[in-house]
């Protein structure tokens, strides 16, 4: 079975043509990068906002109840409603974009959230002493703090995208999932394994970009990889002139 698998990931024919991993491995990128854009788009204000003022919090809960809903289910309810409303491709794309749109934005929403929510107040006070307006507060100093808790959510959101965008493959959509679906149909197993062994590896390879940028724009000192400086020895106490 193994070798089954890796002949079918290195043939050349599986990865050429419309159906080849090439074409569904940029459709499943291009799915995961719009629904993180929306999602993201929608739930980054709202949880600064939230964070920031200390109001709405129930739209905190409310978002992280919708990961109880089937979102297979919900695909399907969703397309069943738009399809006769919606012209060709759109049909199967737009319920799709919703349905993925509603599970990256409770992880996005709870890590901006939070991070905002866990500044201490002393620094809150401290920017507002030295003369600092409620939005300068918040671009300043909160969204600073907050960046690590924000970009946690932001990769949570990417890797339950990617590993969930092969149930649009049930609707008619493409991208990964369709290896799945179609090689389960067709009992050809070397290309469902294949597929999801590509699924965990894209998300992995997402995720990455994701780290890198945590170590490019969170200050050192929030991750504790400043060093401290080291104190200089006392002349007196070390045996040396003063």
Known sequence: ???????????????????????????????????????????????????????????VTAANALRAVPTLGLLFALTLVLLPRLPGDAAFLVPSVIVLVLLAIPAILSGTYAGVEAVSPAARDAAKGIGMTGRQVLWQVELPIALPLLISGLRAAVLQVVATATVAAYVGLGGLGRFLIDGLATRDYASTAGGAMLVALLALALDAPFALLERLVVSPGLTGRSRPLRPTSDPVTAGGKP
């Open 1 to 59: 079975m193994i070798g089954s698998i890796l002949e079918w990931l290195t043939s050349s024919e599986s990865w050429s043509g419309a159906d080849g991993i090439l074409a569904r491995l940029i459709e499943h990128i291009g799915y995961t990068l719009i629904v993180l854009v929306i999602a993201a788009a929608i739930a980054i204000p709202i949880g600064l906002w939230i964070g920031h003022t200390g109001r709405g919090r129930w739209l």
